[in-house]
């Protein structure tokens, strides 16, 4: 129980109560009547109950204050009069409102009485009190983020009525329905409370029912669940395609089922290896309870051998299901042969935004090699005759034979200009910079930086220098000289002539293409331009091939078309090789090392072709 202080000062003014009682002529005596005080009642109503005080001494008695312990009782109505003379009562009220069946307190009454200054007056309460009992409630196994109910009984086993006013659980995840609030249960009724429960993570999830009864308090009784992920299911455990012919197709569907009460979202679907091929309509996708959906999965195989995956999907409460997948490919072949002739290869290359060409210098002849399938800034050609784009960031291998642009690596901040030295190093620029690329890692180390300026697309090299086209120093763009000796950089003057994007050195003729489709050529040693030819086109780069007229290139057209280039297998006298490559666009294979052939040579090309299903 607990206790209380309640404090009444009865007088207006301080009192010295020394010498009073010999004043009078006698002694002031403090008596309580009834004592002790007995009070009935019911838990949250007020009983009231009546409390004499009388002066049976000879002396003027005077009551300083009054004060109760106890929490149930407190004062109502203090006595009207603090003088009392001899003989005469005063009454006060008491009110007790029960909040436990037995509620006992002690009224104290300070007064000039000699022998009792402080007199206690008994208090005893009792009182009918509703006592509730709530039962546990066990959600069993739930689903993450998906609500369900329950209901927990509450009984009152006490001697009054109950008077339910609030509902409350000690997390957030449990939610009581309070639609019935506040409702009365007589001694011996009970009735049932809904709650709901949203787990928000596997596992076991404890919580506490909290039942407010008006007058008593709050009573308690245990919530649990488990909590699991596993509400959505597959309906087989694999996906079996079989076997089928390369590039032909089947289709399945397997069946996605929502195994719980509530609804559940698709939210991603993938494969880990790409081997099939997933159809993803819709996402995310509803399932209601009860319900199913369907993945479009679709099996074509590439290849002559068994395939493997494995479907993964993804729900929004955190499942996350797996489901494998299997089929074989197979195919038909066939054989050509073909006897050597000597081929030719190109000396200048261009390129556009889009295209690759080859450009004849001697007769003026431009022809397109095809599209790149990248915006290249530039192109530059190796010592084996390899050709390099650069667009941006990215390092590109161009195919010679067709244009296409394979991404090779990503480079440190990227560039627009493109060099490959005679050692192999890789060289770009990019605005005022003139950097070397490692091969492995496609890191790029600074090797020197313009005063003023900066790059206009193009950088070739040629006698141990690196030549590199410059705007933003004189009139048009400007030639400035790299010497890979020293590091140094020098201006040697300008052209006069902007949009210069690409320069090749051809036996140490340095030629200049332009956006506007004029090459120019270009002194060498002070950049001044020696002619102009207008050849038309937009020109991004350019690049001379210095294994020209050395190593020429073979090309063999097939009659058929090929499944795709990695299912080619190339004899040359009956002995297989790897130095040929396929070119799509002239459905030819190449070799581009001119010393693998010779005249009179035979060459076998077996090859897998495209399905007829």
Not at 195 to 221: K, N, S, Y
Not at 514 to 530: K, P, R
């Amino acid at each position: 129980m607990s206790v209380s202080f309640l404090v009444f000062a009865l007088a207006c003014q301080d009192y010295d109560l020394s010498g009073i009682d010999d004043a009078a002529g006698g002694d002031a005596n403090l008596v309580a009547n009834p004592d002790p005080v007995r009070a009935e009642g019911v838990a949250g109503g007020e009983t009231l109950v009546q409390v004499t005080l009388t002066n049976s001494g000879g002396a003027l008695l005077f009551i300083d204050e009054l004060s109760i312990e106890g929490g149930d009782w407190a004062v109502a109505v203090p006595n009207a009069e603090n003088e009392l003379a001899s003989g005469e009562s005063t009454e006060l009220t008491l009110s007790y409102t029960p909040s436990a069946a037995y509620g006992d307190g002690t009224l104290w009454v300070y007064s000039n009485d000699g022998d009792s200054p402080e007199t206690p007056v008994a208090l005893i309460g009792e009182a009918r009190v509703p006592e509730l009992l709530v039962s546990d409630l066990s959600f069993g196994k739930g689903f993450v983020d998906c609500p369900i109910s329950g209901w927990a009984t509450v009984t009152n086993l006490g001697t009054a009525d109950a008077l339910v006013v609030d509902l409350g659980t000690t997390v957030e995840r449990y939610l009581p329905v309070e639609d019935a609030l506040p409702f009365t249960l007589a001694p011996g009724e009970w009735q049932e409370v809904e709650v709901w429960w949203t787990p928000e993570a596997e596992g076991a999830d404890p919580a506490v029912l909290q039942v407010e009864e008006a007058a008593v308090g709050i009573f308690e009784g245990a919530l649990s669940g488990e909590a699991g992920i596993d509400n959505v299911s597959f309906e087989v455990s694999e996906v079996d395609f079989g076997t089928l012919y390369v590039e032909c197709s089947t289709v399945e569907q397997p069946r996605l089922y929502n195994n719980s009460t509530c609804e559940v979202t698709l939210t991603d679907l993938s494969l880990d290896y790409g081997d099939f091929d997933l159809d993803i309509f819709v996402l995310p996708r509803t399932i209601a309870p009860g319900g199913f959906t369907w993945v479009d999965l679709s099996f074509t195989p590439d290849d002559e051998r068994i395939f493997g995956d494995v479907l993964s999907a993804g729900f929004g409460h955190g499942q996350v299901l797996e489901l494998p997948l299997a089929g074989e490919g197979y195919f038909l072949y066939d054989t050509e042969s073909f006897d050597v002739v000597e081929p030719a290869a190109e000396a200048i290359y261009l390129h556009s935004s889009s295209e690759l060409y080859t450009y004849d210098a001697g007769s003026g002849t431009l022809s397109s090699v095809g599209s790149t399938g990248s915006s290249l800034y530039d192109i530059a050609i190796d010592e084996w005759g390899q050709l390099w784009g650069i667009g941006g960031s990215v390092l590109y291998q161009v195919d010679s034979a067709t244009g296409a642009a394979t991404s090779y690596m990503s480079l440190t901040g990227g560039g627009n200009g493109l060099a490959v030295l005679a050692d192999g190093t890789l060289i770009i620029t990019n605005g005022s910079t003139l950097s070397e690329v490692d091969w492995s890692t496609g890191t790029v180390t600074t090797l020197a930086t313009l005063s003023s300026g900066s790059s206009s697309g193009d950088i070739v090299e040629w006698d141990g220098s690196l030549y590199w086209t410059v705007s933003g120093i004189g009139s048009g763009d400007s030639v400035v000289e790299y010497d890979t000796a020293t590091g140094t950089l020098t201006n040697l003057g300008s052209t006069g002539v902007s949009g210069l994007w690409g320069i090749a050195a051809p036996d140490g003729d340095l030629l200049a293409f332009s956006s506007s489709g004029t090459m120019y050529e270009l002194d060498i040693s002070s950049g001044a331009v020696l002619s102009s030819t207008s050849i038309g086109g937009s020109w991004y780069g350019a690049a001379h091939n210095p294994n020209y007229g050395l190593d020429p290139s073979y090309i063999f057209h097939l009659v058929d078309v090929p499944l795709d280039e990695f299912h080619i297998e190339v004899l040359v006298n009956s002995v297989v090789s790897s130095d040929w490559t396929y070119d799509a666009t002239e459905n030819a294979i190449v070799f581009e090392d001119g010393t693998v052939l010779s005249g009179g040579d035979v060459v076998d090309v077996t090859y897998a072709l495209t399905s007829e299903c």
